[in-house]
């Protein structure tokens, strides 16, 4: 059974480039979390959503960071324009809508803005 | 705002040590996970603590929810070099939601 595919693996850009990252979630999870890890801010919660729609984007850093979920099988983590800051690993979680589940984690996207 | 404290910040350990790595809430949580990240690799999870003063084993590692459910521990025995790696606390509190708040991690390495 496959678990949580992320794409790209690797991104390295331009200040001022748009991002894309991309998170397929495991089949049958209704529940999907963005989160970036950096050394100096730890593990944070960017975004989530329950079945398809977005509850609580608070972690969002700025207008520049846009999240989307069109369907239960996908979604996109957007950061335009990108800055040198914005470098981090972002991972996707998934889980089932239940105040009690684990999360899985994909692999994560290892983000350079030079 | 929410948030879970934890430390130490790293632990270095010879092989066959014990490590301990403990996490704090200022207000009760619903529910605690605990989840191990290897360099280069993502979070994994742990185990999951749900009761007031709960203790869970998983070979040589034990896991502790305290009484008043706002502090956890996760204690190694005889520590391995396949421990390696950084464990983070994450808690949940009350109403229905599922997020997860992390806590800071502990980085642990283990010198054979």
């Known amino acids: 059974d496959a678990g949580v595919i992320q794409s790209p693996r690797h991104e390295v850009t331009e200040m001022g480039q748009e991002v894309t990252l991309r998170c397929k979630p495991i089949?049958?999870?209704?529940?999907l979390f963005w989160y970036r890890q950096t050394m100096m801010r730890g593990l944070e919660l960017l975004i989530y959503f329950n079945n398809n729609v977005p509850i609580d984007d608070s972690g969002m850093p700025e207008d520049r960071f846009s999240a989307k979920m069109p369907n239960a099988s996908f979604s996109t983590l957007k950061i335009q324009p990108s800055e040198p800051r914005d470098s981090a690993v972002y991972f996707c979680a998934s889980s089932t809508f239940s105040v009690k589940e684990t999360q899985y984690f994909g692999p994560g996207t290892r983000l350079l803005v030079l | 705002g929410q948030q879970v404290m934890q430390i130490p910040q790293y632990q270095h350990v010879q092989e066959g040590e014990d490590f301990t790595t403990y996490c704090n809430s200022s207000t009760t949580l619903s529910n605690i996970q605990w989840y191990k990240q290897r360099p280069g690799g993502h979070p994994v999870f742990l185990i999951q603590?749900?009761?007031?003063?709960e203790v869970k084993k998983q070979k040589r590692l034990t896991f502790q929810f305290g009484e008043a459910k706002k502090n956890s521990s996760l204690h190694i025995t005889a520590t391995q070099t396949t421990d390696v790696g950084t464990y983070f606390c994450a808690g949940r509190w009350g109403g229905a939601t599922n997020k997860l708040i992390f806590g800071t991690g502990t980085l642990l390495a283990v010198q054979p």
């Open positions: 603590l749900v009761k007031s003063g």
């Open positions: 089949s049958g999870h209704n529940s």
